[in-house]
């Protein structure tokens, strides 16, 4: 029963910068795998970033590798998601969510279904 709130979300031009928030609460936030997923109206929940425990180990989607960097501070409990150069298509609901059994698993977790707690979601709108 992790508590996971994001912020930080809003409105920008295409090319801006946004830097999401996602707050811990209820759980052990260093021992968990984190992730960042998108959802676009009329579109599945897809896969943004993760971070392991220690921060030493990152994944990214193909569509944001190279402007969007993920990074978490386990003393405050947080992780965030810097997006730079942002287009258009990067519009959707941010959610922040936490892998609990991420210390089972050989490959981190880039699947929906693997994550069990959720955050209630950011919008983020980028206009042209």
């Known amino acids: 029963q992790v508590q996971l709130v994001e912020s930080g979300g809003g409105l920008v031009q295409a090319g801006g910068s946004l830097r999401l928030s996602c707050a811990a609460s209820?759980?052990?936030?260093?021992?968990?795998?984190m992730g960042w997923f998108r959802q676009a109206p009329g579109k599945e929940r897809e896969f943004v970033t993760s971070?392991?425990?220690?921060?030493?180990?990152?994944d990214y989607a193909d569509s944001v590798k190279g402007r969007f960097t993920i990074s978490r501070d386990n003393t405050k409990n947080t992780v965030y998601l810097q997006m730079n150069s942002l287009k258009p298509e990067d519009t959707a609901v941010y959610y922040c969510?936490?892998?609990?059994?991420?210390?089972?698993?050989?490959?981190?977790?880039?699947?929906?279904?693997?994550?069990?707690?959720w955050g209630q979601g950011t919008q983020v709108t980028v206009s042209s």
């Open positions: 209820g759980g052990t936030f260093s021992s968990y795998t």
């Open positions: 971070i392991i425990w220690s921060g030493g180990s990152t």
């Open positions: 969510a936490a892998d609990q059994q991420a210390y089972k698993r050989r490959v981190v977790a880039t699947r929906a279904y693997e994550y069990g707690d």
